[in-house]
Antibody, heavy 121, light 110 residues
């Protein structure tokens, strides 16, 4: 059973950089696409972007200028960096694996439990 | 800007059938958008229900089904149960690697 676990600081000051890591266990990170999603308190889900195990990424245009997603196959991890955070970046951050049958990627199958990041002075 | 639309809220009686929809502010949803559906209860991570329009994810009861109805993707719950009371989100593929979630539907079972 594949499991994903987010880790990183839970409290940031405005203008700092959010750095989160998703550790994959029970399966290899190779061969798959991996994504970050966030959810502000009381609001809906927002797709941040994805990384292929090869390192190729696609990012949400609304966040692209501040976001980097990297993959480390040797550690079976991928990471999220969000620069210059503000209170609007306060959210639960989830990592997830894309489900990609032969017809193409079709959504997510496995999700991490999520980690709450609060931005406050 | 593309907006994925969902009913903000819906209610269903226990044992009843409800269909939640997922549309676009401009255009029609088809299978090429690879619609998928997720269930989320408060404080929990989303749970995958349906992918690729109508394929149930492993372990999902067959009372959940996905389809295209008219110009929208649809999630139908047949024989609703109390623990189906949750938020439901759809996700669409917009092409060129971009994905967008709908705003979510809060389902009440009463």
């Amino acid at each position: 059973q594949v499991q994903l676990q987010e880790s990183g600081p839970g409290l940031l000051r405005p203008s700092e950089t959010l750095s989160l890591t998703c550790t994959v266990s029970g399966g290899s990170i190779s061969g798959y696409y991996w994504s970050w999603i966030r959810q502000p308190p009381g609001k809906g889900l927002e797709w941040i972007g994805y990384v292929h195990y090869s390192g190729r990424t696609t990012l949400n245009p609304s966040l692209k200028s501040r976001v980097t997603i990297l993959v480390d196959t040797s550690k079976n991890q991928f990471s999220l960096e969000l620069r210059s955070v503000t209170a609007a970046d306060t959210a639960a951050y989830y990592c997830a694996r894309y489900l990609c049958p032969s017809t193409g990627c079709a959504g997510f199958d496995y999700w991490g439990q999520g980690t709450l990041v609060t931005v406050s002075s | 800007q593309t907006v994925v639309t969902q009913e903000p809220s819906f209610s269903v009686s226990p044992g009843g059938t409800v269909t939640l929809t997922c549309g676009l502010n401009s255009g029609s949803v088809s299978t090429t958008y690879y619609p998928s559906w997720y269930q989320q209860t408060p404080g929990q991570a989303p749970r995958t229900l349906i992918y690729n329009t109508n394929i149930r994810f492993s372990g999902v009861p067959d009372r959940f089904s996905g389809s295209i109805l008219g110009n929208k993707a649809a999630l139908t719950i047949t024989g609703a149960q109390a623990d189906d009371e949750s938020d439901y989100y759809c996700l669409l593929y917009m092409g060129s690697g971009f994905w967008v979630f709908g705003g979510g539907t809060k389902l009440t079972v009463l």
